[in-house]
């Protein structure tokens, strides 16, 4: 309900296959219908974020520090909202027929929170940057909810599914998934979609870094630098950041007169803060040494370095970019072992 992003679900090896489909199939009833709730939400257009209308101090949420192992098996302790009773079988089906009644009575009874109100959220923003927003108001579903009311007097939760499955077919995604099924379309759309340079489509094992990364251009065809003024300023981290960073490299005499600092670049932001705290090491420090930077590509579509190609540039710091298909060469390569 924040912001978008990309979200990693594990599975216990321990787990039914009942409690797996139970937890995929929750994910599918948010992302359908999850969006329906937003009237139940304020919008904090200084966070850009949603806050529920109700009390919600998560009375009944467990957290990790409250599992324990200590009698050879997962126990919860602490924890009044959490009931392991093995006898008792949980009822997977009756709590989305649960959901769905919840759903719909939130929405015949949005009409009390709201009443005859007509405000239109999209307007709290203002007008030269609403082209940046990738959500959608309580207001705009509210919209949408009267004409699902005027269209079914009675409503069913059948009548929602149906409206959605309509309602997605002719929305604009702000991206399109890919279908992995078929490996070359996703290679084509990753080379569509980079305009890769052609020397970067070589096969991996003919790469040679000296040849295709010159310090401060890496693999991208702008070699021009960037002026001295035009430089982004050097940035100075908080002060116990730099007293630890100080301490480790004292202590492990990790940095010594002259050397080469070459740091792995992901885009995270523990590899962008540390090349922004050795930047400004190198300008403060009694110490000289060298800085740069490199990140390989590996052209999967869940990330995409590119950006920091021109981020570099403006840091003035030698930068190598490789591009390198990890993921087919694994394809091709791996054999139950590691690359």
């Given at each position: ?8 679900v594990n ?18 009833f ?65 709590v989305?027929?649960?959901?769905e ?63 959605v ?25 990753l080379?569509?979609d ?7 489509k ?46 480790a ?17 992901s ?29 390989i ?29 990890l ?13």
């Amino acid at each position: 309900m924040v912001r978008m992003g990309y979200v990693r679900v594990n599975f216990s090896y321990f787990m039914s296959q009942e409690e797996i489909d139970y937890i995929l199939d929750s994910i599918e009833f948010v992302s359908k219908y999850g969006w329906l709730f937003l009237p139940d939400y304020t919008f904090d257009k200084e966070q850009a974020e949603f806050y529920c209308r109700v009390d919600t101090d998560h009375k009944e949420r467990n957290w990790i520090g409250e599992i324990n192992y200590s009698k050879g098996v997962m126990n919860y302790t602490n924890s009044n909202a959490f009931v392991n009773d093995k006898d008792t079988k949980f009822d997977y089906a009756g709590v989305f027929k649960e959901a769905e009644e919840i759903l719909v009575n939130a929405i015949k009874n949005y009409h009390h929170i709201y009443g005859k109100s007509t405000l239109d959220q999209r307007e709290i923003i203002d007008e030269e940057f609403r082209h940046l927003v990738f959500y959608i108001y309580p207001s705009e579903v509210i919209e949408e909810i009267e004409s699902i009311c005027k269209t079914h007097k009675d409503l069913k939760f059948d009548d929602l599914k149906e409206h959605v499955a309509e309602y997605q077919d002719f929305v604009d995604m702000p991206f399109i998934p890919l279908d992995f099924s078929s490996s070359r379309g996703t290679n084509q759309a990753l080379e569509e979609d980079r305009n890769l340079p052609e020397e970067s489509k070589e096969p991996a094992d003919e790469y040679d870094l000296e040849e295709n990364c010159l310090p401060g251009f890496g693999a991208f065809e702008d070699t021009e630098a960037v002026p001295k003024e035009e430089l982004l300023p050097v940035i100075e981290p908080p002060k116990d950041i730099l007293k630890y960073v100080g301490e480790a490299i004292k202590d492990f005499k990790m940095i010594n007169e002259g050397d080469g600092v070459l740091v792995a670049l992901s885009g995270g932001k523990d590899s962008l803060s540390l090349i922004n705290i050795l930047r400004y090491l190198q300008k403060k420090a009694p110490v000289k040494f060298k800085l740069g930077a490199v990140t390989i590509d590996p052209k999967t579509v869940e990330y995409d370095p590119s950006p920091l190609k021109d981020y570099l540039k403006k840091l003035g710091i030698p930068y190598f970019y490789e591009v390198d298909n990890l993921i087919e060469r694994a394809e091709k390569s791996m054999d139950n072992n590691s690359i």
